[in-house]
């Protein structure tokens, strides 16, 4: 069966998607119709039904999972399905990996990799306070992603950034002797921890109250401060930790509660910014051929990147 | 005796004061002197010791509480003491109050105050959330200043301040009924008791390692949170108080960690604003006379206020 | 008869209206059609004519009443009008106080009130500067809204606006004593009266030419000043009055054209500030349910506001 | 008689200076001493009284003109007075021109020039108006400064400003024939009549209450609005000559209350730009050789302006 | 034949058009339709080809000539066409500049200027400069445009731009004596030639790889240096005009890489902001009248422009 | 024989010292005296001649390497020396080495790997650009600073940190794939060489005028250019070179004339501001003990870094 990243204009197929949106819309000529946004792991793609059926109302709904008899349309020069037919699947024994990308890791590697890291953690403080943490969460840090939309948006994405984080951490502690490795990398493992609170999960992730009101930077520096009372650890370690998590985004203008002040607090702020910005490029490049742009990238003020035609002699 | 506020040019006198600041300096003719910073509850000065006798450097170090004999002379149009001798006072025993300055109500009534509006707050949860963090910091809440430098920087400061902002939530709510009076007195009584944790006492009040590294902001949420815990307390209100701790700047720029999302933290954040404002124009203007203008502000980008003519006829 | 704001999807009415705004369109058939802005004084609606009919575009011209029959149904989520026909009503003798929406607390009431406070006014300049500058613009001052678009835009929402804030000002005053009781109160009654000339009217406002080419805070300046030429008042009162007009935007960059530089002057700003933004929140939640979300709020750079589950308890 | 700008190191002499300002110090032997900023039509110099001897302190006021015995020395690479002795001087029937810079054209010249720039505008209502505003500041529009610092800050400076200012209008109407010659010639003989309140005078210029509390900006667009009903002038003529003066600083960042929103307001603002920044660049290039560069110029952020050698080659 | 901004509803037309642009559309009956931007000297429009013939897709192509039988009607408030037909045309022996809207005065007059300026710069090494610079990109730079889309938008625009800018550089040194003539000529005759290289052409105009990786400064910059190398030519001159490109767009916020160190770099770019300005307000008037405003201006901030009652006057 | 460093309160000593800088100052007494800047290659340190003799003024000019006797005294905190008398020395057969701070890793060192580098670009156009470009440069590659003052600011700094960063571009490709090592590599090597003509030299470095008015940035895309004009390599490889040298700086406000737009470019961009901080950090950090702060560091807004107590036990 075709993956929605496949799909050509004139297709005909039946197919399961995860319901993303809903909006209701009238023609010109005053009917009622439905566009809805399809996902499958490989990508979106709207749909409109413009015959609304009865029942159809409470088949569409952002988080269902259905079964659709669809044509696809080009439409301003993108595709589009226009549906002829839905109807409901028991949403039970469903594998929901098959509607959500999925990390190019897999993630029982990225597991086996985040306990090697844990493990590595020589300071029994800070060996405590981390494999605390990472426990406390230990399902969710597998399954989430690491944002709703901006990067690493895909399951176990948030787990796959932190990693790819404290590979570069060890990297970079080999050039530059006079980082911490032990607690640069420490860092890179708990700092986005707080978004398995903020975010409401893997699937049609959406932002929770307490994400809104507080935010994951705020909510994990009260997680690693509350745990140090727990496990009764004292000492600078919890306050770094907590001033690591409370400035993992460098300036308080891009969200920081505080700037850094310490040279791991600054390196992993700086290693953040370098996965996320690659994740991003990979994306803003995926399906442009050497020699062309990409659309607008938001994350780069709406900036374009180029493709050079070196890309294509690189293998 | 007189205090500090009240030396004139010329005076030369015996008395007690606490060291605020030292520094060393090298005359041009190579000679090696101190520069002391003295406070008592009135004020501070400079004092000179041209000639550092055996003892002086182990004698004038902040926090200490000396005796002096000084000559008061005017120097580039402000006083400055000129130190002929001093020595040391056994620090026991000594009634700090009596060099830093005090609030301008007791604080015995403070106390009372803060009692019955913590009393008065009916939501069972709210009550004891707000009365657990309140007993939390009893000693340190009706002792501490409220800032090292810029508003509200006297003994019980912090008291004062949170409590005048209580006074104005219960006028406004009168004036704005959709405002629920209970979360924004709460807000008032609660925002800024992190201080307490950031600065490191009444006397001689510097910045603590976790007030750098954290900032009040950060250390009061989490500790609203591990209260709620404590306690048991589900459900929104201990979400609320925590954004209101972390939205109590107004805008990230200055120093919020999350914009205020609700009512009252919005409003919590203009009273906090507006009595801050208030008290910084109380200092600004102590000593000017009506027709006059202030000194640059600094809380004011550096702006000078007028003091208008109709201020002599107010009473 | 039914109001805008209660229509449902399905109704079949006919109606008078104010007509706000009018565009034509064409469909993808090429056939022409007219969207117009229908308002009365509990909201707006945009309502279709299909075909035009002839003297429909004399008859839909923004600051008409007219009578119209027309279906009600739902596009994209938001109610419209099919307009079936519409014909001409006699302009005259038409009561606009059906169309515009209207002010919380009845014109007479405000009026009372108003006056009360001129009276209050001890000092004679500023006594009769303030009662010269409210009589020049009397009629207007009791039916201006106090905006096009951004808070207290409703008849009689000028001087809803300037009592609230001297209400405000009275309550503070009593707190902070040295804020000047009769100079910030005379400020909150004059600040916005230039808007009587930057708007046209409290029905279809709009900006005037003077309204554009100068600013409501620039002409109410040059009022006071030409004001006190006229009564001969000399002296720092109208200086102090014009100081205050042009700065009770605080910040330049929010269009004041110089920031407070007297305790009086800031204080204005701030209340200003505080009731505006109070009822901006009171239009953002309006119709919202404890436990959601309002849309984004443009005075709160799209900021969204949440609307807490203890509003529920309130009473 | 030497002026200052020619002192050089060593120089004695008995000489006339005007007292810009006064400081008083005390050595690090706790002697008293005078820094006395003198002043004459060349420039300005300090100069230190190190013995006060009684008088002194009457006699060295700022705005006085006194005659004082004295040595120049160098220190730290300026140049600086030694002040043995100073008398008092009538200060009646002295020439202020002596002690203040001039301008580069003889005031007569000045004078001239603007009567005929007035008698050149056609539309009677614009002529009348600018007439009227003439006349009424006639005198100190002659006099006065154009800053207290800044740029044109000499004697007849506001009125050689705004002339240059009409020469560029001239100049550029005839290249871009869509800009109204008489309206922005009228825009420049006008825009900023408002210094004559706004400062204190040709000597010793000061700001004064107005011009601090309401900016010259604000004064002159009330005094054309207050002019324009004196003369019963009605239409469009006064509100275009108001929005002229409002936005004469382009961006509201730099002082206007509104930006441009007419051809004839932008040129104006963008003349004044130039013609105040080619002064700027005079000043800053006094006594720079080609092949070296000024001070940092406070008006162009704190840059540095190169004297290219191709300067040399000029004539 | 009438050109596309002598158009009027209601016109039936058979007549040959660049094609600026094209894209594809669905309708909601989903049949596929082409929106395709016509463009002739006068100005461009949209036309709609709601059934698409075979060869459509091949004939409306961007750069395309095209003859078109095409019905102009009325759609929100804009003209559109309706292409009934189209047909392919000879892309040989067509005159570019019916198709393109060109510049007010001749390009040869333009041509004669131009060589008049470069011989009347005296300084051997400037007019070698400046001579080899401009034969470099003769041809180029006497047909470009000098923007896509902000500011002389027309065929010889570039060439325009730097002759009036030319012109206003004369007849300023006549005013400012202490600008170098010369210099500042220069200056205005090569800042933007790089912009021969940034954009593709005087047709359909778009940036080229360079023009998005370097941006016209930077170019011009290397070929100005490189030309320096290649003629043996040292000392200041070369630097200077380097200098003098690098910095014609003042601040580095508005694109400079250095921002103006001499007097005649910071003139050139003030006078490259007042043409530019002058020619964008020129386009923003047209078609305005007198007593209206303007659509939106991009280049002021989204500002609208009004056009005062006295425009009638002037002729 | 002790280097500046090492010195003490107290010491007396005969030394050989490099002249960093001069002022004169006048003292009370109005005695003239010299204060000169000395360094060594273990840091800096000011010196007073109090009494300056016949031929001292020609001695002590910066560049100069003069034998001075000296005593070491403590002001104002800080350590500074006493001259008591100074003799010229030959400025032949000095190594320069002695007085300028050195890199860590010695300069053969540096250069083998440099060529490593070089011949590791397998690309034959890039091979062929960056080795000429190496070339021209190659002896003030091998020498210079990476900057006046920031980071690096050491005898073969620049070449040290081009280094550092193509091993933080080796070792980043390997984790991150998708970017092209050779682009990046060479972009290491060659992104700063326009600092050998910014540049004055490695010792007593100041900016040159062509750095001044130019900058290395736009000097060294002008090199890139002309470099492969001269190989005539056509192609996008020297475009992305120039691209690369010309967003290094990342956003324009840091400096880059435009900002990346493909994968490597921003890479280079990021590498280089990680390198950068990483060496800022080492010089503040330089002699502050674990538990203790730096002071307020320039390049990170005056922040203060705080060292952990951790930093201890890392060996």
């Not at 005053?30 to 413009?50: I, P």
Request: net charge negative.
């Amino acid at each position: 069966m075709k993956s929605i990243s496949e799909l050509v204009d004139g297709d005909h197929l039946t197919a399961q998607f995860l319901v993303n949106g809903v909006t209701k819309g009238v023609t010109t000529a005053s009917r009622t119709y439905l566009t809805v946004n399809f996902q499958d792991a490989s990508g979106t793609m709207d749909g409109k039904k413009w015959d609304i059926a009865s029942g159809d109302e409470d088949l569409f709904v952002p988080g269902n999972i259905v079964q659709v008899e669809v044509e696809v349309i080009s439409y301003k020069n993108s595709l589009q399905m226009k549906i002829l037919s839905g109807s409901p699947l028991s949403q039970e024994n469903i594998d929901f990996t098959r509607f959500v990308p999925s990390s190019p890791i897999p993630k029982a590697e990225l597991e086996k990799k985040l306990n090697a890291y844990v493990a590595s953690l020589k300071d029994p403080d800070l060996h405590k306070l981390i494999d605390y943490l990472v426990k406390l969460h230990y399902k969710d840090l597998l399954d989430y992603p690491a944002a709703v939309r901006n990067h690493h948006n895909f399951a176990s994405g948030l787990l796959y950034h932190s990693l790819s984080m404290a590979d570069d951490a060890e990297a970079l502690c080999k050039l530059y002797p006079s980082l911490n490795r032990d607690i640069l990398v420490a860092g890179c493992l708990i700092h986005d921890i707080g978004k398995t609170v903020e975010l409401s999960g893997p699937v049609a992730t959406k932002y929770t109250l307490e994400g809104k009101l507080l935010g994951h930077i705020s909510i994990m520096q009260a997680e690693v401060r509350e745990a140090a009372h727990s496990l009764k650890i004292e000492g600078e370690i919890p306050v770094i930790m907590e001033h690591m998590v409370l400035s993992h985004h460098n300036k308080t203008v891009f969200g920081s509660a505080v700037e850094p002040e310490t040279r791991e607090a600054l390196a992993l702020a700086m290693i953040d910014d370098f996965d996320a910005k690659m994740n991003i490029l990979d994306k803003a490049y995926a399906g442009v051929k050497p020699g062309d742009w990409t659309q607008k990238v938001f994350a780069f003020d709406d900036r374009y990147f180029y493709l050079p035609l070196y890309t294509d002699k690189k293998d």
